[in-house]
């Protein structure tokens, strides 16, 4: 695991700077602690912070074909490596080192931009490629590993954060007004969107090749998870192949030439990783655990369960409440406002974890394949009752009914109805936007400033999701897996794994995020997944072999942290110092005294806002680091 960083000049004769490459790198060092290299030709730099997990001695970068007109960066792990090797030297391809980035040189002199095809595993690169002059970015098919750029008339700079771009001089830091409404919206800047209007995101699945004759070049999207369900087998047989696929690509992801460990939350995904890591013996695997103060937060005693039944080396840590101080660590690392409160204890976990290994293996991702989430539940009974609804009445009376209906947070739940009946008042997708936002249009259009509104051209973040979710499939849980698949799971939980593990330098891999068992539970009918109400429930048959029924059918946890207590008690100070003062740049562009009543309703108990005002703090804290001055560092 890495970080990339470079440099292409519009004018080919115009070199490139050592000290600028250098530069770049050393705002991304915590990715890669190990080493720097740099690499210039013909109005092109590349520069490469290191990480060292395969070939120890000879993985260095950037890295060369055998005459050295094709160089690579690259970050992340490419699983298949070993036989695309050897494939490769079949066709009479040399190599030099017995590296995973070096099958990249040379897949591309095969294959050029259709490389990608090939590759199993989580990377972005980027091949300068001399004797055509071109320069290809790329990345992974789900999003795992990040990758940035900026394009002007003059050059192109390209980072696996926005810190490196932004160190280098002329680069705007103008916020794109649109990604800062889609942040308020769902708490993450989605797509191809940063938060700052001339800097974008590769998206997940996605080629940009760029050379002097084709400058403005637009990225191609290579792959998409197709939702093509197999009615024809039967419970036995699906069970018996998501156990073959998942035992395989688990240990495909414990490749690697330094020890492999695992975080255990306790709940089945990271649960199923550890048993089938530990299937076939040997060693103890280290594993590692965050739990809460509060234990209506921690699931340490679950943990610990299956650390017992499986004998690993197990190591834990309690969060409290002074974990907040880590919400500068966070604004840093993350770069763009980001407001998922769990990015807290998965930093703490990283660097506990980062004390003993390089690599461990997540659970990330079973939720996304196969329905885990319990809104999925709640929204499918809505889809159920959509249909019954005629058109006519859904867009009348419900919608009305929706409008007048309160807020009332302090309700009962049966009689906190305003969400279900927007939703059903909503077509499907625009409903299931409307389940995962943390802050929708009413409240939105009033936290905004009028003078922001105006610029936004009634642009809806909400669309991405609905697009999302009729790409999906047939059926209204593929059609909420694919939304989810799409923007949440790589613009939020993949992004809050890789920003908290490479702050510290460790590589962290999810072996359910895998693009081909991936592909495999897209094509297990939906009816599998959420059965009676039973989440993941598939997944959860699989591995009953393995797991206790303790562990397997208890009721879902969340990892994330108390924010509501906190913003009440810890976070208080701090609440009012970056959101409610009307000297700070928050108020620049949001509605602070309507933020305060949130906050007072907040703190008295009778409205549940933690996380529109966890985002507003998190946003506030933002914009003091990074639009401010100009250090990255």
Same mark, same amino acid.
């Given at each position: ?57 000879? @993985?260095?970068? %950037? ?5 050295? +007109?094709?160089? !690579?960066? /690259?970050?992340? *792990? =490419? ?63 789900? @999003?795992?590993? %990040? ?5 002007? +008339?003059?050059? !192109?700079? /390209?980072?696996? *954060? =926005? ?471």
């Amino acid at each position: 695991m890495c970080g990339i960083a470079g440099i292409m000049f519009a004018d080919g004769s115009r070199p490139v700077e050592e000290s600028c490459l250098r530069e770049m790198a050393a705002t991304i060092a915590h990715r890669g602690p190990d080493g720097e290299g740099v690499w210039s030709g013909r109005g092109v730099g590349l520069a490469h912070r290191r990480l060292s997990i395969i070939d120890l001695a000879d @993985g260095q970068q %950037p890295m060369g074909n055998e005459d050295g +007109s094709v160089q !690579v960066v /690259f970050n992340g *792990e =490419i699983y298949n490596y070993p036989a695309l090797k050897s494939e490769l030297e079949s066709k009479g391809h040399r190599f030099r080192t017995n590296s995973d980035t070096e099958v990249l040189v040379h897949l591309y002199e095969e294959l050029g931009e259709k490389l990608v095809n090939r590759l199993r595993g989580m990377f972005a690169f980027a091949i300068w490629d001399t004797k055509r002059e071109r320069l290809l970015l790329a990345r992974d098919r789900i @999003g795992l590993k %990040p990758l940035y750029y900026y394009r002007d +008339s003059q050059r !192109v700079l /390209f980072g696996s *954060e =926005i810190k490196a771009i932004l160190s280098q001089p002329n680069v705007s830091r103008e916020l794109d007004l649109h990604a800062l409404e889609a942040y308020l919206t769902y708490g993450v800047v989605p797509g191809e969107q940063s938060i700052f209007r001339h800097i974008r995101k590769l998206p997940a699945a996605q080629t940009l090749t760029i050379g002097r004759e084709n400058w403005n070049a637009s990225p191609k999207t290579y792959w998409e998870l197709k939702v093509e369900p197999d009615e024809s087998k039967t419970l036995d047989q699906w069970i018996e192949e998501l156990t073959v696929k998942f035992d395989e690509t688990t240990q495909m992801h414990r490749l690697a030439d330094v020890p492999v460990g695992a975080f255990l939350s306790g709940g089945v995904d990271s649960s199923a990783v550890v048993a089938s890591l530990m299937k076939s013996g040997g060693e103890p695997v280290k594993t590692f655990s965050i739990g809460f103060e509060e234990e209506a937060y921690s699931e340490l005693p679950y943990a610990r369960t299956v650390a017992q039944q499986f004998g690993t080396d197990h190591v834990e840590e309690i969060v409290t409440s002074d974990a907040v101080s880590g919400l500068s660590d966070l604004v840093h690392f993350y770069d763009e406002p980001f407001a998922d409160s769990s990015a807290i204890p998965t930093m703490a976990v990283c660097k506990v974890a980062r004390e003993h290994l390089k690599v461990v293996l997540s659970g990330d991702g079973g939720d996304e394949a196969f329905g885990g989430y319990s809104r999925y539940t709640h929204d499918l009974k809505e889809a159920k009752l959509r249909a019954l609804l005629p058109l006519w009445l859904r867009r009348t009376f419900v919608r009305s009914a929706a409008g007048i209906w309160p807020k009332a947070d302090w309700l009962p739940r049966p009689l906190r109805l305003k969400t279900a009946l927007t939703n059903l008042s909503l077509n499907a997708g625009e409903a299931y936007a409307n389940t995962i936002s943390i802050c929708r249009p009413k409240l939105r259009n009033a936290l905004l400033l009028g003078d922001i509104r105006e610029q936004l051209n009634g642009v809806r973040p909400e669309q991405r999701v609905a697009d999302a979710y009729h790409r999906g499939g047939v059926t209204p849980l593929d059609g909420m897996l694919s939304a989810d698949i799409s923007m949440l799971l790589p613009d939020d939980f993949l992004t809050k794994v890789d920003r908290a593990s490479m702050a510290v330098g460790l590589e962290v891999r999810p072996p359910l995020v895998d693009h081909e068992f991936l592909e495999l539970a897209a094509r297990v009918p939906a009816r599998l997944k959420v059965n009676q109400g039973e989440t993941k429930w598939i997944f959860k048959k699989t591995c009953e072999q393995r797991l206790s029924k303790e562990i397997i059918w208890r009721k879902k946890q969340g990892f994330e942290i108390p924010a509501d207590e906190w913003l009440r008690g810890p976070l208080r100070d701090t609440f009012e110092e970056y959101v409610l003062s009307p000297h700070g740049l928050l108020s620049e562009y949001i509605n602070l005294q309507l933020v305060e009543q949130l906050y007072r309703s907040h703190l008295r108990h009778t409205g549940r806002h933690g996380a529109a005002l966890w985002s507003l703090l998190v946003l506030g804290c933002w914009l003091e680091k990074w639009t401010s001055g100009d250090n990255v560092q």
